[in-house]
């Protein structure tokens, strides 16, 4: 087994920084001392990185706070301005774009809708001009996390099938046009990450995302599964019935997604409203709507029971805009999963909608970026991160080093 090489003093103040930022990010603004006891380092090392901090922007020192007995402390917090991200969802039909501090506060947000048949390079240019005239000082941004509805390995997009995009290097593009460093993911796994980097620390999670097709994403210990090609997640190509070619066969997604659940509605109604419309009717207790509804959530519990042998998971979180029919999905799915349950804590595992909704998949990209920086202990530099927490080759992924 090959040895890990002992980190240096560069590489040991860096994890400080790192912590010291992390415990900001996590619990808000907070006094040298107690921030020492958060992080367990010594006062004088916690004073010395954060004055660090301070000299390059990174932290504010707020006004004097009094708890308790003894001098007030200086309250210490993160520096919105310098700690800005760029998240963006290249959807199948829309674009969505959200700017993040590394505290989670929002400094603008826009999205438009878009054609599935226009060229990569044409999406990407509207996106680059939307930057540049909407942003002042993007160059100041630590970078642009981008998400693809696809197969993502590395850097370069492998196949997105519900755009038809193939072999395309959409990160090096997107570099060349605004001059920033840019990461790409998966749609799926970003919006999984969202769920763990902005809220609470599960493991693992499993994210599904519901929308006229199905996909997952994973997350262990704060790292995205990737697979050894970036194809893990894609659950809704999982095949069904004794087809001798995937031509021949029918996915997982035949069943379990929005086209799904539309397609059974229309053909039982005769009416012909789309996923939204059929939320209305459901509300009005159409006996169509509400039984095509329920077949959606049993399928959905059968899919979670199968999640479950193949991950284990902690907590299995719904997304995408299937996410809004969560009134009606709950109580059915939950009977599904105690009566398929492999092993009586499956049946209580807890599943529920995203916490971010449509937004969780930019939010996801944006949290790439800023898990980098945190990484490198909030450096803007790109190389291989010294941290756990940065972009790192697990679970059988090829290593970022020889890809980039």
């Given at each position: 087994?090959?040895?890990?090489?002992?980190?240096?003093?560069?590489?040991?103040?860096?994890?400080?920084?790192?912590?010291?930022?992390?415990?900001?990010?996590?619990?808000?603004?907070?006094?040298?001392?107690?921030?020492?006891?958060?992080?367990?380092?010594?006062?004088?090392?916690?004073?010395?990185?954060?004055?660090?901090?301070?000299?390059?922007?990174?932290?504010?020192?707020?006004?004097?706070?009094?708890?308790?007995?003894?001098?007030?402390?200086?309250?210490?917090?993160?520096?919105?301005?310098?700690?800005?991200?760029?998240?963006?969802?290249?959807?199948?039909?829309?674009?969505?774009v959200i700017v993040l501090d590394l505290s989670?506060?929002?400094?603008?947000?826009?999205?438009?809708?878009?054609?599935?048949?226009?060229?990569?390079?044409?999406?990407?240019?509207?996106?680059?001009?939307?930057?540049?005239?909407?942003?002042?000082?993007?160059?100041?941004?630590?970078?642009?996390?981008?998400?693809?509805?696809?197969?993502?390995?590395?850097?370069?997009?492998?196949?997105?099938?519900?755009?038809?995009?193939?072999?395309?290097?959409?990160?090096?593009?997107?570099?060349?046009?605004?001059?920033?460093?840019?990461?790409?993911?998966?749609?799926a796994n970003a919006s999984a990450l969202s769920?763990?980097?902005?809220?609470?620390?599960?493991?693992?999670?499993?994210?599904?995302?519901?929308?006229?097709?199905?996909?997952?994403?994973?997350?262990?210990?704060?790292?995205?599964?990737?697979?050894?090609?970036?194809?893990?997640?894609?659950?809704?190509?999982?095949?069904?019935?004794?087809?001798?070619?995937?031509?021949?066969?029918?996915?997982?997604?035949?069943?379990?997604?929005?086209?799904?659940?539309?397609?059974?509605?229309?053909?039982?109604?005769?009416?012909?409203?789309?996923?939204?419309?059929?939320?209305?009717?459901?509300?009005?207790?159409?006996?169509?709507?509400?039984?095509?509804?329920?077949?959606?959530?049993?399928?959905?519990?059968?899919?979670?029971?199968?999640?479950?042998?193949?991950?284990?998971?902690?907590?299995?979180?719904?997304?995408?805009?299937?996410?809004?029919?969560?009134?009606?999905?709950?109580?059915?799915?939950?009977?599904?999963?105690?009566?398929?349950?492999?092993?009586?804590?499956?049946?209580?595992?807890?599943?529920?909608?995203?916490?971010?909704?449509?937004?969780?998949?930019?939010?996801?990209?944006?949290?790439?970026?800023?898990?980098?920086?945190?990484?490198?202990?909030?450096?803007?530099?790109?190389?291989?991160?010294?941290?756990?927490?940065?972009?790192?080759?697990?679970?059988?992924?090829?290593?970022?080093?020889?890809?980039?």
């Amino acid at each position: 087994m090959a040895r890990s090489t002992p980190l240096d003093q560069q590489s040991i103040k860096r994890q400080n920084r790192r912590r010291i930022l992390e415990a900001l990010r996590r619990n808000g603004p907070t006094s040298r001392a107690a921030l020492a006891r958060t992080v367990g380092l010594t006062k004088s090392t916690v004073s010395s990185l954060v004055q660090e901090l301070i000299e390059e922007g990174l932290l504010n020192e707020g006004h004097p706070r009094s708890v308790g007995l003894g001098r007030p402390g200086t309250q210490l917090e993160v520096c919105s301005q310098n700690t800005l991200a760029l998240g963006v969802e290249l959807g199948v039909e829309n674009t969505q774009v959200i700017v993040l501090d590394l505290s989670n506060q929002p400094h603008g947000a826009w999205d438009w809708a878009e054609s599935p048949h226009t060229p990569l390079i044409e999406r990407l240019q509207k996106l680059a001009a939307h930057i540049q005239g909407q942003i002042p000082d993007y160059q100041h941004l630590l970078g642009v996390g981008l998400t693809i509805p696809g197969v993502i390995n590395g850097q370069a997009l492998v196949y997105a099938p519900g755009l038809g995009w193939r072999n395309e290097q959409p990160a090096a593009m997107l570099r060349s046009m605004l001059g920033l460093p840019v990461i790409v993911e998966n749609d799926a796994n970003a919006s999984a990450l969202s769920e763990t980097f902005w809220g609470e620390h599960q493991s693992p999670l499993v994210y599904i995302v519901m929308t006229t097709g199905l996909g997952t994403g994973l997350v262990v210990d704060g790292q995205v599964y990737r697979g050894r090609w970036g194809a893990a997640g894609e659950l809704g190509h999982w095949l069904s019935g004794k087809a001798k070619s995937r031509l021949e066969a029918q996915d997982a997604e035949d069943l379990l997604s929005l086209r799904a659940v539309v397609r059974d509605y229309q053909a039982a109604s005769k009416r012909s409203e789309g996923f939204w419309g059929l939320l209305q009717r459901a509300q009005q207790q159409d006996p169509y709507a509400l039984e095509a509804l329920q077949h959606l959530a049993q399928e959905l519990g059968r899919f979670v029971a199968n999640l479950c042998v193949a991950y284990d998971p902690a907590v299995v979180v719904l997304g995408g805009a299937g996410a809004e029919a969560w009134p009606w999905l709950e109580a059915p799915l939950r009977s599904t999963l105690r009566a398929l349950a492999f092993i009586p804590q499956h049946a209580e595992l807890p599943v529920r909608p995203s916490a971010f909704g449509h937004l969780a998949p930019a939010m996801g990209a944006a949290a790439l970026v800023l898990q980098r920086f945190l990484a490198n202990g909030g450096t803007r530099d790109w190389s291989p991160p010294i941290s756990a927490l940065g972009t790192r080759p697990t679970f059988g992924e090829a290593s970022m080093q020889r890809r980039n």
